[in-house]
């Protein structure tokens, strides 16, 4: 029987029988399709898993849902039925993927093209360091209340609109962002209140 390899089917059976409870073990990943992600495991001679289900924070009515990438070193929980039957807890640190050293105190998301967010619940503060666009729709209003100072730095803003007495939007006859914002701190009002 040509390509028949008998010492593999070996090795198989031997670790399939010696892991007969529940194992946590490494490995990288090594294909994502939908909720789930295969893994090839560290100890396991180069096979890799059926695909596992991935562990998230939330997936009903809240959804907090991050798969995995293609190469990512994880953690796998298996329940000793097979490679087909456990779960991807999640990454961990490697060599070739250190931790960022920050404190704990501190949530850190760091996305691929380099857009960084932190939040220090100690000091109550968000920053956010984005490589590109930020857009915000909402079907309500928006407000900004600061004890402190806003500060806004704009490359390029034009004259707010205004509301017609017909109800249309009409650009402002040159009342602009920086002016509707010093006249509003200056008489404790909001901007565009009559």
Same mark, same amino acid.
């Given at each position: ?105 501190? +949530?850190?998301? $760091?996305? *691929?093209?380099? &857009?960084? @967010?932190?939040?220090? !619940?100690?000091?109550? %503060?968000?920053? =956010? ?35 017609? +007495?017909?109800? $249309?939007? *009409?650009?402002? &006859?040159? @009342?602009?962002?920086? !002016?509707?914002?010093? %006249?509003?701190? =200056? ?8």
């Amino acid at each position: 029987m040509a390509g028949f390899d008998i010492a593999h089917l070996e090795r198989r059976i031997a670790a399939l029988e010696a892991n007969r409870g529940a194992s946590l073990r490494f490995g990288k990943v090594t294909g994502v399709e939908g909720g789930y992600a295969r893994v090839q495991l560290a100890d396991g001679h180069g096979m890799v898993s059926m695909p596992l289900a991935t562990l998230h924070r939330r997936v009903l009515r809240d959804q907090d849902i991050t798969m995995p990438d293609q190469g990512e070193p994880v953690a796998v929980l298996f329940s000793g039925q097979g490679l087909e039957a456990g779960v991807v807890l999640g990454a961990v640190y490697s060599p070739a993927v250190p931790d960022p050293a920050q404190d704990a105190h501190i +949530d850190y998301r $760091r996305y *691929e093209d380099g &857009t960084e @967010l932190w939040y220090d !619940r100690v000091r109550h %503060r968000l920053i =956010a360091k984005v490589e590109g666009d930020i857009e915000a729709k909402t079907t309500g209003k928006v407000d900004i209340h600061a004890a402190g100072t806003l500060v806004a730095v704009v490359a390029g803003i034009g004259p707010p609109p205004r509301q017609s +007495d017909e109800g $249309r939007l *009409e650009p402002d &006859t040159g @009342l602009g962002l920086r !002016r509707c914002v010093s %006249r509003c701190h =200056a008489n404790q009002r909001r901007c565009g209140a009559k």
